[in-house]
């Protein structure tokens, strides 16, 4: 289907061809950016890895690949768009679900903030990945963090996001 990109009140928004004809919804439309991306994603697969240290906006990056159409996974928490099947699971079980979604999608991603820990012994299993590194400006992620978390402490979070920027850059 052919993409239209028409203004709407100063702002562009992308339609599909049946939805054009129809006059087109005037605004993001979910169900036509699901659509379109199915019929005309490259048919190379790939794997989709959402990183970045936390409060810095990867569920946010998670769950626009979901809108997207990519298959982020069948059990997701859905506040942070963290499939189940692979987060807080022994390294076998992540390899089995892994080898399970190369062998049942063509393109597929997952959003686990304690990737870093494992992410060397699982890249040999990985098809063609994709990271998605997400940086936050530091004040306002720590700000962010302080604020969901109040027992913790500024100190706690400068130390465990110096680890995650580590082992990602």
Not at 27 to 52: A, F, H, P, Q
Not at 63 to 71: C, D, E, N, Q
Not at 118 to 129: A, G, K, S
Request: neutral net charge.
């Amino acid at each position: 289907p052919e993409v239209y990109f028409d203004e709407y009140e100063g702002e562009g928004f992308v339609c599909c061809e049946g939805c054009q004809e129809q006059g087109g919804h005037g605004y993001l439309e979910d169900e036509c950016i699901r659509k379109w991306n199915k019929e005309n994603m490259s048919k190379c697969k790939k794997t989709y890895i959402v990183i970045g240290c936390p409060r810095s906006g990867t569920s946010m990056v998670a769950g626009m690949l979901r809108i997207m159409g990519i298959y982020m996974g069948e059990h997701i928490k859905p506040d942070k768009h963290e499939d189940t099947d692979i987060l807080w699971q022994p390294l076998e079980k992540i390899k089995e679900t892994i080898n399970k979604r190369n062998k049942e999608q063509e393109t597929w991603g997952f959003k686990d903030p304690n990737s870093a820990k494992y992410l060397q012994r699982i890249m040999p299993l990985l098809i063609n990945p994709h990271f998605i590194y997400i940086q936050r400006n530091k004040e306002d992620a720590i700000q962010s963090d302080l604020n969901r978390n109040p027992k913790t402490t500024r100190e706690r979070i400068i130390q465990r996001n110096n680890a995650f920027e580590r082992i990602y850059n």
